[in-house]
């Protein structure tokens, strides 16, 4: 960690300069802002017609959103049937305008048609491997339908890696495909109990470095890499193009900054893996739930890394946008790469807001409010 640390200074010398060659923009205010609140918008994507499909976890619905008109029709319900979902968690477009919903509550994906109506469904939880557990949470899918993820599970506890392959699963086939291999965040592992009825708990070094991907709607992957931060597009054939490292100066860390990181958990992942008599049985939700956890119980370090977790997208014009780590309560800062992976625009949104997605000339964004619902807002993307 401390050979890191002094690599990110040392490239954080140049950065005024950088900075000064492009081009720097702020979006003031929305072009419209949905009409109702949502519990929590986990995913969202835009569909043909200008529509959002918008996927609510907490609020436990799915909808079709027209935020110029402020209306929304409900897909499905909530239940264990074949047109219900118990935890709509995301969403992504596949092919024909259809798109394949994560059902967490129910543990399985679930492919929609461009009319709503729900089609195959398949488990989250498959067999890797070696007979190994493999949890499927797709993070992408692309024009010919191949799904995107990053493994979880398929390992002793004590042998954490240090990153983790970037999979491409042909839905039709079955058939995976590696593309790359990001850096994961540091971990903390602790067991009690015994042989019988073992506890193993895992929880993350805080805003620790780990690298952030997304995948262009032709399949290419695009890594945004913490070390020294640049972005590399990986393409199907194996071809990488490279971009240029970015000068930055990093976020020291303050008190402020680690509370918004303790109450981002509060949304959190769960993820449960029970085994009685010989049967597995796994499950998800959103929401950790229970106390907070104590700011001071953790290990933290002097500096954010440069990316935001995950904070990296592929408009559908082929940028990367790429949320950089500010100061608690800033506002948002987002870097955008070209297909070359070099720095063409640095755009800033108004603080409080949280993006949720991108569509055609558009940015979707969410402000929360003091009861803790979110507003869903679309901006015009500027020109890059």
């Known amino acids: ?19 000064a060659q492009v081009p720097e923009r702020r979006l003031e205010r929305p072009d419209v802002t949905f009409a109702d609140a949502f519990s929590l918008v986990g995913g969202l994507r835009e569909l043909s017609d200008g529509r959002v ?62 009319d709503g109506g729900f089609g195959a469904t398949m488990p989250i939880a498959q ?11 797709p993070r992408a899918a692309d024009s010919e339908g191949g799904v995107y993820f990053q493994p979880l599970g398929g390992g002793p506890v004590a042998q954490l890696p240090d990153s983790a392959p970037v999979v491409r699963w042909d839905r039709g086939s079955g058939a995976m ?13 602790s067991t009690s109990g015994g042989p019988s009825d073992r506890s193993v708990a895992m929880r993350p070094v805080p805003l620790s470095y780990e690298d952030a991907w997304a995948v262009a709607w032709d399949g290419r992957v695009v890594t945004a890499r913490s070390a020294d931060y640049h972005v590399e597009w990986i393409h199907r054939d194996g071809k990488i193009v490279r971009g240029q490292a970015v000068s930055y100066e990093p976020v020291k860390l303050r008190r402020a900054d680690k509370e918004e990181w303790v109450e981002s ?31 001071d119980g953790f290990d933290w370090p002097d500096v954010k890394p440069p990316f935001v977790a995950r904070g990296v997208s592929v408009d559908p014009e082929g940028y990367v946008w790429v949320q950089r780590h500010v100061p608690a309560g800033e506002a948002v800062h987002l870097d955008v790469f070209d297909e070359a992976g070099n720095l063409k625009a640095m ?38």
């Open 1 to 19: 960690m401390i050979g890191r640390l002094v690599a990110v200074i040392w490239i954080a010398l140049g950065a005024n300069a950088l900075c």
């Open 53 to 114: 499909m918008v996927a609510d976890p907490l609020g436990q619905v799915l909808v079709i959103a027209d935020l110029e008109a402020g209306s929304a029709d409900t897909i499905g319900g909530v239940g264990q049937g074949p047109e219900e979902y118990r935890q709509p968690d995301a969403v992504f477009p596949l092919p024909g305008d259809s798109t394949l919903l994560v059902d967490l509550g129910n543990a399985r994906l679930t492919v929609i048609g461009p």
């Open 127 to 137: 067999n890797g491997p070696a007979g190994r557990l493999l949890l499927v949470l």
């Open 177 to 189: 495909d590696t593309l790359a291999r990001v850096a994961l965040p540091e971990m903390k592992v």
């Open 265 to 295: 958990l509060g949304n959190g992942l769960r993820v449960g893996i029970e085994v009685q008599n010989g049967e597995r049985r796994v499950s998800f939700g959103r929401g950790v739930g229970g106390s907070t956890p104590d700011i």
């Open 347 to 384: 755009i800033e949104l108004p603080t409080g807001r949280g993006i949720v997605g991108f569509g055609r000339g558009a940015i979707y964004a969410t402000r929360t409010d003091e009861l803790g619902l979110q507003w869903l807002e679309r901006y015009s993307r500027p020109a890059i």
